[in-house]
């Protein structure tokens, strides 16, 4: 996989480094519209995850906290980056971290749900679609 722009390749493993808005970029040739990384209050996500389900022909994903939430953003620093969520796909549920409550990471989990798939290609142009549908409807 490639940057569209520059054509340097592109490891969906080092997704920190990637940008995903309609096709996967390299953190050089594009950013995320401000508004997909703003803080959102738990019950907007959870609308969100409902609406990205319905549209893509999901089951719906059911959205917890971490059952030891911790308001202060420190608990979810590992020395390197912040844990912003988790899938799981059994049950199918995803948690996300206050440090992730923006759109998205709640795009990022939900590719892993949509797609069954930890950080592959497959799963990277998942979530490059699903952060250009939420654009496209912000
Ligand atoms: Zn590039
Ligand atoms: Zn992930």
């Not at 493993?13 to 594009?30: A, K, N, P, S, Y």
């Not at 907007?44 to 995850?49: K, P, Q, S, V």
């Not at 969520?85 to 939900?110: D, K």
Request: with cysteine; net charge negative; hydrophobic share 35%.
């Amino acid at each position: 996989m490639n940057c569209p722009k520059c054509d340097k390749t592109l490891e969906p493993d080092r997704h920190g480094q990637l940008i995903f808005d309609g096709q996967v970029w390299c953190e050089d040739c594009h950013r995320y519209d401000d508004r997909l990384l703003e803080r959102r209050s738990f019950q907007d996500l959870e609308t969100w995850a409902q609406r990205l389900c319905r549209a893509f022909g999901q089951e719906p994903v059911h959205l917890r906290r971490d059952p030891d939430y911790l308001p202060d953003p420190r608990k979810y620093w590992d020395g390197a980056t912040f844990l912003l969520g988790e899938a799981f796909h059994e049950p199918r549920c995803l948690m996300l971290h206050p440090p992730g409550h923006q759109l998205m990471s709640l795009c990022h989990e939900l590719a892993h749900l949509f797609t069954g798939q930890d950080h592959t290609e497959a799963w990277a142009r998942n979530f490059a679609t699903l952060v250009a549908w939420v654009k496209m409807r912000l």
